[in-house]
């Protein structure tokens, strides 16, 4: 058996999913990311097959519950064609694999030529793949394809604008859970094509410990004592705070990572001063393109920014026959 690849350091979430595939007797895919100028170590994501081939058989099977009637009523089963993806805008480019296995899935003879790779940069007007093979095949998946492409292109488009808003500065651009449902595997592999990095996947691999939770609890003193009396000792704790205070209690409490929580850029600035470089420090909450510059230099470590994924606006692209 070869060795498990360990996902953004989570190893129980990267062992979990490598013994999943092993036990599926899947041989994983491994993607390699482009390099990026705030990731200090290489960064490696695996995409499980059959999970992305579920995926898109979902999406196939709400297109077409009971085939393509326009389709199957004008063109013959013998008749090939051959299409190309265009851009229509400048950005950065991700999904390409899952757009060829769209077209695989219905027909295992398509051929795709892939003109450039997840992460590269493109301009208006540029090629970016060919698809060749049967003609029913390649429209009935030419919608599903172009949803999946687009979405992840525009993810990792808005993500680079975000890194380049806060170049050279010690700083990383993270997502959040906030993503389409079902999509969630996709949009934080988009992230990282645009140079961003992952926050949490799911509940499952991290603690974080919200305002509705310090309620729930009592305090965040009790919060943090009541995880730590049922997880691993390998386990982070996150804890959200809105008030230099509460960023006094989570310190005391023991939290390995402090949001500051929809904070002005002042208190942000007090806070940072406060925790010291004690806790990895992260700031949330309306985080835009003109803000994020000035939230960098308050000296946090993290940005978390929630429209990376749940409002992106779609990448452009067209397939055209020729």
Known sequence: MLDPIYID????????LWHTLCARGTVPVVIHLRDCPRVMKRRIIMLDP??????ILNALKEDMPMGDITTDSIIGPSSVSKGVFIAKASGIISGLDVAER???LLDVNIVFKKNIKDGDRVSCGDVIAEVEGSTRAILKGERTAL????RMSGISTKTAEFCEKVKGLPVKIVDTRKTVPGLRYLDKYAVRMGGGENHRYCLSDGVLIKDNHIKSAGSIKKAVEMVKNRIPHTVKIEVETESLDQVKEALEAGADIIMLDNMSLDLMK???KLINKRVVV???GNVSLDNVYDIACTGVDIISVGSLTHSVKAFDISLRFR
């Not at 350091?9 to 979990?16: N, P």
């Open 9 to 16: 350091g989570l190893k129980s979430w990267g062992l979990f």
């Open 50 to 55: 059959i999970h992305i081939d579920e995926l």
């Open 102 to 104: 769209v077209f695989k």
């Open 147 to 150: 949803n999946l492409l687009q």
């Open 270 to 272: 007090e806070a940072v």
């Open 282 to 284: 992260e700031a949330s």
